[in-house]
């Protein structure tokens, strides 16, 4: 516990533990460019601090009353004002906020009206209640909550382009490593782009409350190198799993509700309102990032999502165990 | 009312005796039925502050919550609530109510008036307002129908559209929230008119607008501004009730509406409504700060200015909470413009009560103390403000952690501590007695240490990428340690308040008996009795200067030589 406790905020302030989301970690552009516009303003409104706050300071202690000064009785001299004093306190900060003004409206137009390159991978974003779809156009494949892209050689860049909308209420996609935070608006379709640098994991989670579960709506981002991402688009790519092995799970799979909402491609399971299943083994994690993908997870997920997640849509399935077992395994042979 | 045989202080001391002991339905019948701008005044403070303590619990229980990762103290339903129920009641029935109930009590005796212009419309404000609170609380009883169990609002206080949605939000939690705003925002607009009206038409002999109080001259800024923000909120309600239950799809996704169209109208509203709030704290602080320096009011034209400027510039900049949801570059870029431009005016008022400070002789009372803290948490409020005017930074800290910190330090570390020191500096002239000057210290480093525990390290899980509105959160992210320090620091301040309210209570029984002028002020509430008759002053006043009692207090070097 004590370990836990000292360690954790060491590693969130430096950036580099597994679980940082620190917006001081850049590891994208349009995330880096935000790092070093902030640390002009943070260096300009730190210098408005101290000086500020140091001139309050000093009048606080040099024109304290005394009581036991020789005339503590008498009112001090009564000034009403100054115009050139007055003058100079606007003229100075109207010229501060011309240059911040300045500095910021170039990484606006940079970040937002960047051109595109003719090669970036496109990928469609779609906020549900509470978990992430993703679907690639250009290559045919639907995930869910782990969403893969290419790492982005600067010299050649390789950035995927997100376009974002959503299927109920607002969300809002936030990977402080990677760039700010983008709202995902039923009705409205908005973009953004992100260009990782270097191999990894990143984490983020919605920004935008979106009801219950807001806080179990995790986002994971692998940033694969291109012989890795070229893999898992290959694997994403396959039809689902046929194994023989599994054939009691696939029927109860297939004769409760569970194919309502959830697809699992080139099966009679064509539901739209649930993550894609074609490939959940695949996946690193269940219930949009909030726990690791093993059958214990799982078998307990499906029996009563609110095991993890009081609030997800998902109605438990009241299964028998038998059942249970069978349908996790089903589930889990989805590679 | 008049025709009671009400004893009061403008009575001999000796008809107390003869006059028979009321009993309390007579009291509370006097109460309820008051037009008096004290009575209404006092009575906005009293609900405010009953409402204060409720949602500051609410606060703690958040806190507690968020104390450790993946806590199971509340649901994730009951803590949304728990926000929702928080951020509303906070707005709308704290800040507001507090705000006009100093107004109401102070801007006729500062301007030497009789009362309100208008004072039946001034105790209905005041109803419909209370009113409004009670609707939202009432929801917790019977939000899904009498037969049902209750369930608050758990929209969040802005209530994004579509989420208010039926789809989403069945049961009418979600209209009990409207009502109540819309209640509240009828409340609101009523005392707006009253204010505006009383200050233009009621003016005693020789207080032209260039010699009002700056405290009064605030409050009209504030209430042009109601004008301006609440009526698209009211509008935005009845369009939302409308979506409920009668079929239109202003904010109806799902038949074709439009989500942004609701946050438009809402931070058109919201944003300006930010200095609804805090242009009374300036307010308190152009009167508590000279008088506690011993000198006049640094540069009263450039104060005016600046106020009237914070007033036109805050409704072109609601747009800066909207800097996420996709708006073009050129939008987003006029946005930051215009939310950087504020921080001009904002500062020549930081820098005129410096100048103010400057040469004078400062008293280090409760209330100034309080003032003081308010002038240095106000000023490091206005950079994390500039920080998140920056659209860029803002796409990065919008919607964490950092921005609660980021008004918090706004409405608690300005205003609240503003409303404090107004409490400690009024507080005598309302009830005729002091706080005690003791226990006052005590609250100021108690809350100070508690309020910058809790919203200084609130500021570092925002920048580590923590939302807002989460009812928990993950372990490995290293927020813990932060969430944990917060909670203490919540803690802290809710003993400070404890202390606060016992002081109240106790120095209105047993605190020493304050005068007319316990201060040694300038303006003209301090010229009549505490607590002052019901008529207020027995003449009419007339004033020649900004600082009538200065004048009196130095007929030989009168503040009229100089303006």
Known sequence: ??????????????????????????????????????????????????????????????????????????????????????????????????????????????????????????????????????????????TANELHVPV???????????????????????????????????????????????????????????????????????????????????????????????????????????????????????????????????RDTIASGSVPNTPANLRAFVQDPANFKPGALMPPMHLNDHDLDAVTAYLMSLK | MATQATPNLSQPAGSEHTAPRRIWVEVLHDWVTTVDHKKIGLMYIGYALVFLVIAGFEALLMRVQLSLPNNHFVSPQVFNQLFTMHGTTMVFFVGMPILFGFGNYLIPLMIGARDMAFPRLNAFSFWISAFGGLLLYFSYLGASGLSGAGSAPDVGWWAYAPLTARAFSPGHSTDYWTLAILLSGIGTIGTAVNIVATTICMRCPGMKLNRM??????????????????????????????????????????????????????????????????????????????????????????????????????????????????????????????????????????????????????????????????????????????MLSVAPFDWQLGGSYFVVAHFHYVLVGAILFMLFSAFYYWFPKMSGRMLSEKLGKWHFWLFLIGFHVTFDLMHIPGLEGMPRRIYTYEADRGWMMWNMAISCGAVIQTVATLLFVYNMIWSYFKGPVAGPDPWDAWTLEWSTTSPPPQYNFAETPTVESRRPLWDLKHPLDPDSHYE
């Open chain 2, 213 to 386: 109080p700056l405290l009064v001259w605030l409050y009209l800024v504030m209430s042009c501004l109601v004008f301006v923000t609440i009526s698209p909120l009211t509008a935005a309600q009845i369009m939302l009730m409308l979506d409920r239950y009668l079929g239109s799809h202003f904010f109806d996704t799902q038949a074709g509406g439009s989500a942004v169209l609701w946050m438009h109208f809402f931070w058109i509203f919201g944003h300006p409504e930010v200095y609804v709030l805090v242009l009374p704290a300036f307010g308190f602080a152009n009167e508590i700060i000279p008088v506690f320096s011993r000198k006049a009011i640094f540069g009263y034209p450039a104060m005016v200015a600046a106020s009237v400027g914070i007033g036109f510039i805050s409704l072109s900049v609601w747009a800066h909470h909207m800097f996420t949801v996709g708006m073009t570059s050129g939008a987003n870029t006029f946005f930051t413009l215009a939310t950087m431009a504020i921080s001009v005016p904002t500062g020549i008022k930081i820098f005129n009560w410096l100048a103010t400070l400057w040469g004078g002789k400062i008293h280090f009372t409760a209330s100034m103390m309080f003032a003081i803290g308010f002038l240095f948490q106000f000023l490091i409020a206005g950079l994390t403000g500039i």
């Open chain 1, 1 to 142: 516990m004590h370990q836990v406790w000292f360690s954790l905020p060491a590693q969130s302030l430096s950036g580099n533990g597994s679980g940082s989301t620190s917006i001081f970690a850049p590891a994208g552009s349009p995330a880096h460019s935000i790092f070093d516009l902030s640390m002009l303003v943070l260096a300009i409104c730190t210098a408005i601090f101290l000086t500020v706050g140091g001139l309050l300071l000093y009048v606080l202690v040099r024109y304290r009353h005394r009581a036991n000064d020789a005339n503590a009785a008498q009112e001090p001299p009564q000034i009403y004002g100054s115009t050139q004093i007055e003058l100079s306190w606007t003229v100075i900060p109207i010229l501060i906020v011309v240059m911040l003004f300045l500095a910021t409206a170039r990484i606006i137009f940079a970040t937002q009206d960047h051109p595109r390159p003719a090669d970036a991978l496109d990928v469609t974003v779609i906020g549900h209640q509470f978990w992430w779809e993703y679907r690639y156009p250009q290559l045919g494949i639907v």
């Open chain 1, 152 to 282: 982005s050689d600067p010299h050649h860049p390789t950035p995927t382009y997100l376009t974002m909308s959503s299927a109920d209420t607002d969300h809002s996609f936030w990977v402080p490593r990677l760039a700010g935070k983008t709202d995902l608006i039923p009705n409205r379709i908005n973009t953004m782009w992100i260009d990782p640098q270097s191999a990894g994991l990143y984490l983020g989670q919605c920004a935008q409350y979106c009801g219950t579960q807001h806080a179990k709506m995790l986002l994971r981002v692998y940033a694969d190198s291109p012989a890795d991402f070229a893999a898992w688009v290959a694997s994403q790519q396959r039809p689902a799993v046929e194994d023989p092995s599994v054939a009691a799970g696939l029927a109860v799979f297939q004769h409760n509700a569970c194919i309502s909402c959830h697809t699992v491609a080139g099966t009679v399971a064509t539901g739209r309102f649930g993550p894609d299943l074609t490939h959940l083994a695949s």
